[in-house]
């Protein structure tokens, strides 16, 4: 006997979430924040106690507001005086995998670590407003506990995407690392900023075959909100002889990650937060598009390089990561299809 077919989608056709998928997430992060039943390693140690200091600004540009902090983002979060008015939040944490930032030890005792990421975390959380979105980009060895803690303080999954890139390290141990994950919650799933419209690429319907049933849409002919798989021209890491390329900096993200994230979630005149600046990137960016941001850094020689490039060098790829494609296989032609056809998804 065939399967029943579930077609009682949030949008219609293919391969969907359920409707109603995020409201029982969302009622099973009240109860997980509720009840305390997830415990991780990281819970075993005390938590993080922040200076009681009002941080000032080591760096402030206007037009829009702009901001850099230097030191311990646990310690300026907990008192900044923007906590609860923040919209969006993207962080790139240390990995703890040894990396040699500037002044930052990138290498803690499992527990700590974990400890560390809780402690920021929360921080960000509550940084929040109350409409507010999170992006966290992490490696494997510590999504798991990402989402587990986000969901415990009671935020909903949104995305869970991929940021693919091809030129991972070599090795022979195991399948080669070629992705990191971009994890997307929000405080409120029905209340949060998202611009679909801003961020949209050409559907393969469009792009691989010229399907003339794309072009018969009311609106965004040709086009679709990006899948949750990143990839393409500009999304390589940043490394060699990249344009975008700030020496002295570890682990830089493209352009294109940050325009993708702040476009689709924040709105202009919005107040973006980025708790480890590194080399600016997400501040430059909002910058680009008119948003507002505060961001904060450990090391004060990456924190001088960096507001160097939000301030002076800005953003050199505005507006690349939408409008193209992302399709795998190159345009075919097709059999011509009668125009008047309904479209049947992107
Ligand atoms: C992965 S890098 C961020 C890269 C950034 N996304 C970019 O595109 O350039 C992490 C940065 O966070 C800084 N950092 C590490 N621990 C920190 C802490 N506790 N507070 C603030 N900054 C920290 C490091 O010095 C490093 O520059």
Same mark, same amino acid.
């Given at each position: 006997m065939p399967e029943a077919k579930n077609?009682?989608?949030?949008?219609?056709?293919?391969y969907a979430m359920p409707k109603g998928a995020t409201q029982v997430q969302r009622r099973a992060a009240k109860d997980l924040a509720r009840d305390g039943v997830v415990k991780l390693l990281g819970d075993t140690v005390p938590a993080h106690v922040a200076k009681d200091e009002t941080p000032t600004p080591a760096f402030q540009a206007s037009d829009p507001d702009t901001r850099l902090f230097v030191g311990d983002c646990r310690d300026v979060l907990a008192r900044l005086p923007d906590r609860g008015n923040v919209d969006l939040v993207f962080a790139d944490p240390p990995? /703890?995998?040894d990396v040699p930032y500037?002044?930052?030890?990138?290498?803690? #005792?499992r527990a700590e670590f974990e400890r560390f990421t809780f402690d920021w975390l929360d921080g960000c959380v509550d940084a929040l407003a109350p409409h507010g979105s999170i992006w966290v980009n992490i490696p494997d060895d510590t999504a798991a506990e990402i989402v587990m803690h986000l969901k415990r303080r009671g935020l909903t999954m949104i995305n869970w995407c991929v940021w693919h890139f091809r030129f991972g390290q070599n090795r022979d141990s195991s399948f080669i690392m070629s992705k990191v994950h971009a994890l997307y919650f929000a405080k409120n799933p029905d209340e949060r900023i998202w611009n679909p419209k801003d961020v949209l690429e050409q559907s393969d319907r469009a792009s691989?075959?010229?399907?003339?049933r794309t072009q018969a849409?009311?609106? /965004?002919?040709g086009m679709r909100v990006p899948m949750d798989v990143w990839y393409g #021209?500009?999304?390589?890491?940043?490394?060699?002889?990249?344009?975008?390329r700030r020496h002295r900096h570890h682990n830089q993200l493209p352009e294109v990650y940050l325009e993708r994230v702040i476009r689709a979630c924040s709105n202009e005149g919005s107040l973006v937060l980025d708790p480890?600046?590194?080399?600016g990137t997400t501040s430059t960016v909002a910058r680009a598009w008119n948003r507002r941001s505060i961001t904060i850094e450990y090391g004060a020689g990456n924190a001088e390089s960096a507001w160097q490039r939000i301030t002076?060098?800005?953003?050199?790829?505005?507006?690349?990561?939408?409008?193209g494609t992302s399709a795998i296989a190159p345009a075919r032609a097709t059999k011509k299809r009668r125009p008047s056809a309904p479209a049947s998804d992107a």
């Open positions: 077609v009682d989608f949030d949008r219609p056709g293919g990995f /703890n995998w500037d002044e930052w030890r990138d290498g803690m #005792p691989i075959y010229a399907d003339p849409k009311d609106e /965004n002919k #021209p500009y999304w390589g890491r940043i490394q060699g002889n990249n344009t975008e480890f600046c590194g080399s002076q060098i800005g953003m050199l790829r505005k507006g690349l990561s939408s409008g």
